[in-house]
């Protein structure tokens, strides 16, 4: 029987380890909180990963290490190369294959469709935190891939949509959002995410490169109106949120003091290719309209 660790506890690594699980493989959770799924196979630990001792004792034995955690967003530039290290000594001394989740920041603001050999050519401090993580695994050594996710969307999704627009359209409520909201966009569902890191974890193609999750691309308005025809609720009242805005938002939480550095540029689209996660690993998008169900569904 197979064995997995998963460095990780919100949606997209309970998602992956309940994929594993129902295969009949063995998955150790590690969080601070302890937290994930429940399920026979499922064995949730309570430890920091920047032990790297405690760590390496807890991957000893597993095929693969599944990384899907991070610090505090405004935190990402001092602690990312701490847990980063850790996650990396770890497979190094256990001989685990290593499979990252990363996202589309370390490419910087260029203009799509993006495909994974693009240069990591991020100037931001977050941006190039994450292109300093791969970069650092691929020169390693080590049996590394990383699996690149655009903004996340679907049940237990944490990103600007869940926080700033899904509840808003639910209440018909106004919705403000610091992204233009005519400009096409791509999404990335946590199931297909976890799809995606499965297949990656399982297929020696996949080793030594990136690839991007499968995405729906639509402008934030068209999800917004998506979601409120699937749910009954009346149309979207959507404004773009300006500088000022995000700026006072700031004061209440340093999250939204971080989104400056990755807004798109104005009037370009944010379009990643996908099309050799398709053709290789074989995942393809789930569509819009079920994920959004789904979200309705679990409320």
Not at 27 to 47: Q, W
Not at 226 to 241: D, K, T, V
Request: charged content about 20%.
């Amino acid at each position: 029987m197979k064995s997995h660790v998963i460095v990780g506890r919100g949606a997209a690594a309970s998602k992956t380890a309940l994929l594993l699980a129902e295969d009949g493989e063995r998955v150790r959770m590690i969080s601070r909180t302890g937290g994930g799924p429940d399920h026979p196979l499922i064995d949730k630990v309570t430890a920091d990963a920047t032990d790297t001792d405690r760590l390496t004792e807890l991957t000893e034995g597993a095929d693969t290490l599944i990384t899907t955690a991070a610090p505090p967003y405004h935190l990402w530039p001092e602690q990312f190369p701490i847990l980063s290290g850790s996650l990396l000594s770890a497979v190094k001394r256990t001989g685990a294959a290593y499979v990252m989740l990363g996202n589309l920041y370390a490419y910087g603001p260029v203009s799509g469709p993006i495909t994974p050999d693009f240069p990591l050519a991020a100037t931001g401090p977050k941006g190039r935190t994450r292109a300093r993580a791969w970069e650092e695994a691929a020169a390693s050594g080590v049996k590394v891939t990383e699996v690149r996710a655009a903004q996340f969307y679907g049940a237990g999704a944490f990103s600007v949509f869940s926080l700033m627009v899904q509840r808003q359209v639910l209440e018909g409520k106004l919705v403000l959002v610091p992204q233009e909201l005519d400009v096409p966009h791509s999404y990335s569902a946590i199931g297909d995410t976890a799809r995606t890191l499965v297949a990656a974890s399982r297929n020696e193609q996949a080793y030594g490169r990136a690839w991007h999750v499968p995405t729906s691309t639509l402008s934030v308005r068209e999800l917004a109106v998506r979601l409120a025809e699937l749910a009954g609720a009346r149309e979207p009242r959507m404004e773009e949120m300006t500088e000022r805005d995000l700026t006072l938002l700031a004061f209440t939480e340093p999250f939204w003091a971080e989104m400056h550095e990755v807004l798109t540029k104005p009037g370009h689209p944010f379009v990643i290719d996908y099309s050799e996660t398709e053709k290789i690993l074989g995942v393809s998008a789930t569509p819009a309209n079920d994920v959004l169900r789904e979200v309705i569904q679990k409320g």
